[in-house]
């Protein structure tokens, strides 16, 4: 491996002893490991694990890859331990992944020469959603990816409006980007939050992107664990969430472009304040279905985001109904939590 690797391919890691065979594999597929292929690092990121993760990383995986590094952190979730890979990789390009998903063979390579050929600061590519019980189909005979078609180039306001909003757009493990690009532009993960932390980070290094060019490839394989933190619906998961979404209305409101220049920034500024709405809208519905704050508490919460602009919601319920439920539903439940006086009433009715 040269000085400076081309890529740094960076993993965070938890409790992943059962994955480390299959993360390993696909990146074998992608021709890291091997002498003469793609000239890269990879950083595992241990964050606190507490089964054989770091025991297995050490004994089975270094001594094969030399090009393989572990990093320890204490348990601060994966936005903090995807941050301290970002500033240990030394690759001209950065690609961050999963532990539990897999990478169609050659699409890392293929993409990296895209964003050269390119002159791009970030390069995207497709996924797909699998089951669990496809994994090992995928393992065995998944075809190599082929020549990677460009599908667009735009600059980041200008993906933001095509993207509306970044819907489908947001998986940080869908982008391979420049490092020094986003270190230049202090792109990094909100480590408060522990849910949704792509949403943010992408965000960011989009509205930061002088170029992004997107493939049609189908790159990435999101496999559908059902016990997985994104998919749990168990209170304990809801809960964490709930502490979450505040710290995502704020991320996004501190994206809005103060002076919006043209009818592109006033765009851009729509889809950034509706996410923020959305995830406020989010919180007080947390807060009233799970009952998991008193009714004093949440009322000084209330009292809280007020005072820091968060509230009330100022937009009618959004009208795009493949991105948020149409629901008659839903769309009452909007009309309750965005007026003051009707949420502070029914927190004191429905709250202990």
């Not at 005979?141 to 460009?150: F, R």
């Not at 980041?156 to 970044?166: D, N, Q, S, W």
Request: aromatic residues 10%.
């Amino acid at each position: 491996m040269t000085a400076q690797p081309i890529l740094s391919v960076i993993v965070p890691l938890y409790n992943a002893e059962g994955h480390l065979p299959g993360l390993c594999a696909t990146l074998e597929g992608q021709g890291i490991f091997g002498r003469d292929g793609l000239d890269a690092e990879v950083i595992l990121v241990d964050d606190g694990s507490t089964d054989g993760t770091v025991r297995m990383v050490e004994e089975r995986y270094m001594p094969l890859y030399p090009n393989l590094r572990l990093v320890r952190q204490r348990n601060a979730g994966q936005g903090a331990a995807r941050n301290r890979g970002l500033h240990e990789a030394r690759g001209r390009y950065v690609y961050m992944m999963d532990q539990d998903d897999l990478l169609v063979p050659g699409v890392l390579a293929e993409h990296v020469g895209v964003i050269e050929r390119e002159g791009a600061d970030v390069v995207r590519f497709r996924f797909d959603t699998p089951a669990p019980e496809d994994v090992a189909r995928l393992m065995e005979c998944d075809a190599p990816a082929g020549a990677a078609e460009v599908t667009s180039r735009l600059s980041g306001r200008e993906y933001v409006v095509e993207t509306r909003g970044l819907h489908d757009a947001t998986p940080v493990w869908t982008a391979v980007f420049g490092r020094e690009f986003a270190l230049e532009h202090g792109v990094e993960f909100d480590p408060r939050v522990r849910f949704y932390e792509d949403m943010v980070f992408m965000w960011r290094l989009v509205l930061a992107a002088r170029l992004i060019v997107t493939t049609g490839c189908v790159g990435y394989h999101w496999i559908q664990y059902p016990a997985s933190d994104m998919h749990s619906s168990g209170r304990g998961h809801m809960i964490s969430r709930r502490i979450t979404l505040p710290w995502l209305v704020r991320d996004f409101r501190a994206l809005l472009i103060e002076s919006p220049a043209d009818g592109l920034d006033r765009e851009v500024n729509y889809w950034i304040m509706q996410k923020a709405q959305w995830y406020e809208y989010a919180f007080w519905s947390m807060v009233l279905s799970l009952k998991a704050l008193p009714a004093a508490e949440a009322l000084a919460e209330l009292e809280a985001h007020e005072r820091e602009g968060l509230y009330p919601m100022t937009i009618p319920y959004p009208d795009h109904p493949d991105l948020y439920p149409a629901t008659m539903t839903a769309k009452m439940r909007w009309e309750l939590l965005r007026r003051p006086k009707l949420l502070k009433f029914a927190l004191r009715m429905l709250l202990t």
